[in-house]
Nanobody, 127 residues
Framework: QVQLVESGGGLVQPGGSLRLSCTAA????????VGWFRKVPGKGREGISS????????YYADFVRGRFTISRDMATSVVYLEMNNLKPEDTAIYYC????????????????????WGQGTRVTVSS
């Protein structure tokens, strides 16, 4: 069972930045495509971004495009989500998830395609 671990959350002021990290305890994350999702209180979980195993495909939700950047470091087997120009509405619990299949334009945001999930890291954007 692949266990994912997120880190890097915290409290940041509007306009600030955070970088979230996702690792796989005891596994090489390089074997999986990875997505980032978030859950806002009172709403369902929504897809933010996804990256293929080779990092050749990257997808973003419209509401984060231009502000968030997903990347992966093959040497350290870590997937990052760089978040800039954060807004109060970005406040949520952020989750990373892994899948064995190639994410596509119509499936990258589908949480049912991801078989492994982390416990989440809280991001709070507030002044």
């Amino acid at each position: 069972q692949v266990q994912l671990v997120e880190s890097g959350g915290g409290l940041v002021q509007p306009g600030g930045s955070l970088r979230l990290s996702c690792t796989a305890a005891g596994y090489e994350l390089d074997a999986y495509a990875v997505g980032w999702f978030r859950k806002v209180p009172g709403k369902g979980r929504e897809g933010i971004s996804s990256i293929s195993k080779s990092a050749g495909r990257k997808y973003y939700a419209d509401f984060v495009r231009g502000r968030f950047t997903i990347s992966r470091d093959m040497a350290t087997s870590v997937v990052y989500l760089e978040m800039n120009n954060l807004k109060p509405e970005d406040t949520a619990i952020y989750y990373c998830a892994a899948r064995t299949t190639l994410p596509g334009q119509s499936t990258w945001w589908d949480e049912g395609q991801y078989g492994f999930w982390g416990q989440g890291t809280r991001v709070t954007v507030s002044s």
